[in-house]
């Protein structure tokens, strides 16, 4: 199963369009995951065409997105559970709220967003996995989004980092 991760995408404030380092990756995807801060269903329409799409709503998300999407979500494919969150909160770090928010669930792999800082590591058994943003890259080099690849034989996470 081939999953694309992104998050805080800010659309249509911080892009009006998808780049198309993105868009390229989505011609073979079965699901498409994003961890909050969309600002507006015009995303979800345009990713819907391509794949399933799932996804929470963060801090900056409107009645609208928050009506569509839960908080939080428990995901299971191919034997796998994927724990999604958008991340944000008042104290601690973004990665000790998206841990703390699933401390009770047994998840392979949790996804979040909210920092915009790409993040790909192991804490304890479950594999963190932070996508960056494809629009909004703040105080990191370049964009990013993510891949998972779900198998039997085990789980690929990857980050595709691209500019401009």
Request: hydrophobic share 35%; aromatic share 10%; net charge negative.
């Amino acid at each position: 199963m081939e999953i694309i991760v992104l998050s805080d995408t800010h659309m249509p404030k911080k892009a009006k369009q998808l780049p198309e380092r993105f868009l390229k990756e989505l011609k073979d995807v079965d699901v498409i995951i994003h961890a909050g801060d969309w600002q507006t269903l015009d995303l979800y329409e345009t990713l819907k065409d391509y794949a399933p799409v799932y996804g929470v709503y963060g801090n900056v998300d409107g009645k609208e997105i928050q009506n569509k999407f839960p908080a939080k979500q428990m995901l299971e494919w191919e034997g796998y559970r994927i724990g999604l969150i958008h991340g944000h909160g008042e104290k601690k770090t973004t990665e000790k709220r998206a841990l703390e928010a699933f401390v009770e669930d047994d998840v392979d792999v949790l996804i979040y967003g909210h920092s915009h800082i790409p993040v790909l590591r192991y804490f304890k058994k479950t594999l963190l996995f932070n996508p960056g943003s494809l629009t909004d890259k703040r105080r990191v080099p370049m964009y990013s989004f993510g891949k998972l690849s779900l198998t039997e034989k085990g789980i690929h996470a990857e980050h595709i980092f691209f500019v401009d």
